[in-house]
């Protein structure tokens, strides 16, 4: 019987906290999908699995497979003619029939067209399928979920759909006992709170009416510091206390996994509408993209979405917006590159090695540290989270920091570019992402192949770039 066992596995990264602890699951032959938000472990545990990270604890015993092959989430990387080599990579790695075959986000820059067969490749496949995703449609093919989640894995032998109806209903029963100890939590740290103010106003008033008439000035003196001290190891103690309350409240809620709304009052530059009048774009050859040129006009507040498959110049044509493209174009841009902003999954224009206190401070987001500190700390940037590499952060992260930054930043904006942004990223981070489009007073285009983040924009055209392009 082919099998692959994790028992009682637990893993970290040098120097940072355990990502999995004491993990005991068994894997056989179908569609495993991995799940669960940003940062949580999903390929960590997947490269448990097939043996390249070594355990502190635990082992990973391999029964009947003999090899694997691994199509890491890196290669989305690649941008232009990423969607082509990914699907290069794919083909070939079923068409080996493979035993084993670990995948990680593999609809990064795979068009419509090119999921379907994903989707389909995987019900066909005989042998064992690992894959971390966060597309739904792609996910139904698997009969085995399982979701990482501080620090632990949970099975879900059932359907993705069912899945996540199941994981719906547990996280909102989490939720209401979480709220029941905040509520508890709360009490106890006011109650601390009381009591060290009665505490002090006690202290205070015994060494006011204290009779120390016939008392010697020396002993006078040791009773003085003999309350000073005891005052002391009260307020330490309390402060010790509240510190280690205060934590376990912050431990609470991110149990809980609450969504936070986060409401933007965007600066937008102007009225006037974002558009290209018979626009073709010539490649490195000189040869036109399109077979007729491409025209739109976006409104502030409109919402067009640019479809078209892999290839068929969405990227380009953003560039070409920007002002960054090196390839000739003709026709007419009615667009001001400066107050365009780029939104895409590789989060192009970010230094890797920046932190959000560097971006922000460069951004003006702020006028001094403390400042800057304060605003990241509310949006979920607390403590030395804010010296953190923009390369360390979790997709979520990363997406949280760039909505920060635009969202927060005095530069007014005309138009937001929105090119497959929400690949890789959780449900709480694509509510968010959305959330921060359709709060955008300005225009905005979206380049995208996943339809269910689509319906929660409220699109109002659509361009379609292929040999022909339409707006519908």
Not at 177 to 200: C, F, I, Y
Not at 325 to 351: F, N, Q, V, W, Y
Request: glycine share 8%.
């Amino acid at each position: 019987m082919q099998a692959i066992q994790l028992a009682e596995l637990s893993f970290s990264y040098p120097g940072s906290e355990m990502i999995l602890e004491d993990i005991n699951l068994t894997v056989n032959t179908g569609v495993v999908a991995l799940a669960g938000s940003n940062g949580a472990g999903k390929t960590t545990l997947m490269r448990l699995m097939m043996r390249d990270l070594t355990p502190q604890r635990g082992r990973v015993i391999w029964r009947g497979f003999t090899h694997c092959r691994f199509l890491p989430q890196s290669l989305a990387a690649v941008k232009r003619s990423s969607g082509e080599e990914k699907m290069r990579r794919l083909t070939e790695l079923f068409r080996e029939n493979t035993s084993a075959l670990f995948i990680d986000e593999p609809e990064t820059h795979l068009d419509t067209a090119n999921r379907a067969w994903l989707s389909d490749a995987l019900r066909r496949h005989r042998g064992l399928v690992v894959i971390a995703s966060h597309d739904a449609a792609l996910l139904d093919a698997a009969t085995l979920i399982l979701h990482t989640e501080m620090r632990g894995v949970t099975s879900y032998r059932m359907s993705y759909a069912q899945y996540r109806a199941a994981y719906g209903s547990a996280r909102e029963k989490r939720a209401l006992r979480v709220d029941r100890a905040e509520h508890e939590l709360r009490k106890s740290l006011k109650a601390q709170q009381l009591q060290l103010e009665r505490q002090v106003r006690r202290s205070n008033n015994a060494a006011a009416k204290a009779p120390f008439a016939g008392i010697p000035r020396v002993a006078r003196g040791i009773m003085k510091r003999d309350a000073e001290a005891t005052l002391g190891k009260i307020i330490s103690r309390n402060r010790w206390q509240s510190a280690a309350d205060t934590a376990e409240l912050h431990a609470l809620r991110e149990a809980k996994g609450k969504h936070v709304a986060y409401r933007f009052e965007i600066p937008v530059a102007g009225s006037a509408p974002l558009g290209v009048h018979a626009l073709q774009i010539f490649d490195a050859s000189d040869c036109p993209l399109w077979r007729r040129a491409v025209s739109f006009s976006v409104k502030p507040g409109e919402k067009l979405h640019i479809a078209g498959a892999n290839g068929a110049g969405k990227s380009m044509l953003f560039k070409t917006l920007l002002g960054t493209s090196a390839l000739r174009h003709s026709g007419e841009l009615h667009a001001k590159p400066g107050e365009i902003r780029l939104i895409d999954s590789s989060h192009t224009g970010i230094d890797c090695a920046a932190t959000p206190l560097s971006l922000a401070l460069a951004e003006k987001i702020a006028a001094h540290e403390g400042e800057a500190r304060r605003l990241l700390g509310a949006f979920g940037f607390p403590g030395d989270a804010v010296f953190r590499p923009f390369s360390s952060l979790s997709a979520g992260e990363k997406m949280r920091l760039r909505i920060f930054l635009i969202g927060k930043s005095p530069r007014p904006v005309s138009a937001l570019l929105s090119d497959e942004a929400e690949t890789g990223l959780d449900t709480e981070a694509r509510r968010l992402y959305a959330a921060f489009l359709n709060d955008f007073a300005g225009a905005t285009l979206v380049a995208s192949h996943d339809d269910e983040f689509m319906r929660s924009l409220g699109i109002t055209g659509r361009v379609v770039l292929d040999t022909n392009p339409v707006i519908e």
